[in-house]
């Protein structure tokens, strides 16, 4: 930090296995990420090329190679792991992470309708040679799971082998945990949060009103994904206090009354 200033909640250190902050990488250029490593990997855990945007990310290895070298892991968008299942092309998929040196995936099924079973099959699969992350939840509106299914697929996923499960939100925030004005399903939420470990999970956040409320329902340091490059040390603003949504949450009341 550039000075000292008391009050400040303590923050999970790199490499953090809880207060994570995932970047959703929408096709920023290498000299982007070189920026972006710059002034955020200290508040950055993991780099989601989002969805199949290293299909045409020009200079892709050049930039994989930034976000490794700054110890940030990398992984490619689910949707294109789901294009690869798709076209029946999985051996394809392991042979690609392999290629561009990438030690992180992740397996998910919000765009394609895939058995469960054979989902946690891939989940193993993967397992043994990568960093498994797996998605729960649908990309489209209107489609509701049950919090006992929600729940369910995830404890299966994570006995399965996957290092986190991640909360389906999309980059709108408005599918998934979420209602379509992009506010929390909050009898969903705390469902799941009793049966899971909060640790195990990776929320999608991408609006700033969500991180307010899972910051506020959760802790400072819980995990939060889909977080734009710009949004990233706004996003620590919140989780530290100095932010005015969160700026009362960590203060002392008595500190308060005494100088005010």
Known sequence: MNFELPYIPERTTSPRSSGLTMMMDKGLSWRQAENFVDSCSDYTDLVKLGFGTSY??????RKIDIYHNAGLKVYLGGTLFE????????????????KYGIQTCEVSDGSIVLNHEKKCNYIKDLNQDFTVLSEVGSKEEGILISPNKWI????????????????EARESGTVGIYRPNGTAHVALVNKIAAKINMDDILWEAPIKAQQVWFIKQFGHNVNLGNISASEVIPLETLRIGLRGDTFHDFIPEVIEK???
């Open 258 to 260: 005494a100088n005010l």
């Open 83 to 98: 294009a690869f299942i798709v076209r029946g092309m999985f051996d394809d998929y392991r042979r690609l992470l392999e």
């Open 152 to 167: 369910s697929m995830m404890q299966a996923e994570l006995e399965a082998g996957s290092w986190k499960v991640i909360a």
């Open 56 to 61: 045409i990310t020009k200079d892709l290895q």
